[in-house]
């Protein structure tokens, strides 16, 4: 299976034009399409898919495969998530440049709109299969988020092989959230999942692997390549399955963690301490089960798009999550 690489050229308000690679491979039905880099900071993605363009090259392709490694590359060259975001901007639905609100696009909108419509209009609308690659936080383990109503979608989030899933409701998806890809493309007849790398701003390898594994195995499942697929050996639907969180207690603290997003532990491991700022002491943190770490340090929303809130300070009266694990 060879990739053919191809331009997609989209004309900016100001009369330039925004050049823009892809890939493809086969032909005819079923049709999936998989991108990477809506938001600028999310970089692993971009790597997933220049692994899977490698790791592809001796399956025997059923069907018609569409990679777009950089679907915002003005939010990347501006080296925020969204184009035009400035330093220290929160994450937002309300960006006019958000580009996971705007699907389907927009011909005469402004530059991210036009990229969203060129790139529905032209590679995603007769797509049967989406599969958008973003990136949480480093302080969360990777997931696949899927549609609970949508048993298909569901399937794809299991065989990811990723220890945690997520599975939304139809009524969460009201307002601007109706404008994200996933959710638009299924609503239209296809079936789509985010899947969420652990970090962003760099490029981590270990995850581009983990999660390019995975979509091998969803592209089996769904039969675009010859075999059966893996069935994973375990998973945790975030928010559904059995979880502790550990709260920090009262106090100014600095959080030192031991342990990372996706650590197998067991009761009684060493997870984290607290050092006081008041007193100097420390005070350990154990697991309080058997279990694997969902998340673990700056577990605020949002931590890696407010650089100033990043550090692992607690402070009096601040209800932080010190970790999450899901008892095994």
């Not at 997931?143 to 048993?151: N, R, S, T, V």
């Not at 638009?184 to 899947?195: L, M, Q, R, S």
């Not at 069935?231 to 975030?238: A, D, G, L, S």
Request: with cysteine; glycine share 8%; proline share 5%.
């Amino acid at each position: 299976m060879i990739f053919k690489r191809y331009f997609l050229h989209v004309n900016m308000p100001d009369g330039t034009t925004v050049k823009m690679p892809y890939f493809v491979c086969g032909k005819g039905d079923p049709v999936v399409y998989i991108q990477a880099a809506q938001h600028g900071v999310e970089l692993t993605g971009i790597y997933t898919i220049r692994l899977l363009i490698d790791r592809l090259k001796n399956e025997v392709l059923n069907g018609r495969i569409i990679l777009v490694p950089i679907a915002n590359p003005l939010a990347v060259m501006w080296r925020r998530h969204f184009y035009r975001m400035e330093l220290g901007e929160p994450y937002s639905s309300d960006h006019p440049h958000q580009m996971n609100r705007l699907w389907p696009g927009d011909p005469n909108g402004n530059e991210t709109q036009r990229i969203a419509y060129a790139l529905y209009s032209n590679l995603i609308k007769e797509s049967d299969y989406v599969i958008d690659l973003h990136c949480w936080e480093m302080w969360r383990c990777s997931c696949a988020l899927g549609f609970e109503w949508d048993k298909i979608s569901i399937d794809m989030c299991r065989y990811s092989l990723l220890d945690f899933i997520s599975l939304e409701p139809r009524e969460r998806f009201v307002g601007k959230r109706k404008g994200m890809l996933t959710y638009y493309i299924t609503e239209h007849g296809g079936h789509g999942i985010v899947i969420e790398h652990s970090g962003q701003r760099w490029v981590f390898v270990k995850e581009a692997n983990r999660v390019c594994d995975g979509i091998i195995n969803i592209l089996r499942y769904i039969g675009v390549i010859k075999g059966k697929p893996k069935e994973p050996k375990r998973q945790f639907v975030v928010n559904r399955g059995k979880h502790i969180d550990i709260i920090a207690p009262y106090g100014y603290w600095i959080l030192v963690i031991y342990k990372s997003p996706g650590d197998e532990v067991r009761k009684g491991d060493l997870i984290a301490t607290l050092l006081s700022l008041e007193t100097f002491e420390e005070q350990k943190i154990y697991a309080p089960s058997n279990g694997i770490i969902y998340e673990i340090g700056a577990t605020r929303p949002h931590v890696d798009t407010r650089p100033s809130e990043e550090v692992m300070v607690i402070l009096k009266g601040e209800k932080y999550r010190i970790a999450t694990i899901y008892e095994t």
